[in-house]
Structure formats: structure tokens, C-alpha cells
């Protein structure tokens, strides 16, 4: 399974990452992405993920803006 975390506070990024891969090792964390800015540029250039562990704000805007354009198709995970 490959996995999303959108988040842009690094404490946050381990925590869940921590929990994530207690539940299964064997799951794919394939980045951590601090800003819709990151977001945007990471999913023109990679694949839909099984996944996304997502913050709601961000620095830089609403992770929900996101969702208008239909960029993310995966599953998502708020982790607010």
C-alpha cells in the first residue's frame, strides 16, 4: 500500500508516520509534502496513491482548495 502525508509540521509527519507503521510495516510512505504548493508539483510528475494522510491547514492555504481542482483521488485520511 502506498501512502500520502500531507503536513507541514515535522513533529506531525513523524508522529503519524510512527503510527502508520506500527499498524504495517510494509506500508509505503512515498512522501511528505508540506504545502499545497509541494502537492501540486508532486502529482503532476507521480501517481494516485492508495491513501493520503492529510492535514486541513496548511502554511501556504486550505487543503480542502485542493479538492476543487480533483487533483488528490485517493482516499483521505484528516489528520487535524
Not at 16 to 42: C, F, G, Q
Not at 49 to 71: Q, R
Amino acid at each position: 500500500m502506498k501512502v500520502l502525508i500531507i503536513e507541514d509540521e515535522v513533529i506531525n509527519i513523524e508522529i503519524i508516520t510512527d503510527h502508520i507503521l506500527r499498524y504495517n510495516d510494509k506500508i509505503e510512505i512515498v512522501a511528505s509534502l508540506k504545502s499545497k504548493e509541494e502537492v501540486e508539483k508532486w502529482y503532476q510528475t507521480n501517481e494516485q496513491v492508495d491513501v493520503v494522510f492529510s492535514d486541513i491547514e496548511l502554511l501556504d492555504g486550505n487543503v480542502f482548495s485542493l479538492l476543487k481542482t480533483n487533483i488528490i483521488k485517493s482516499s483521505i485520511i484528516w489528520t487535524t
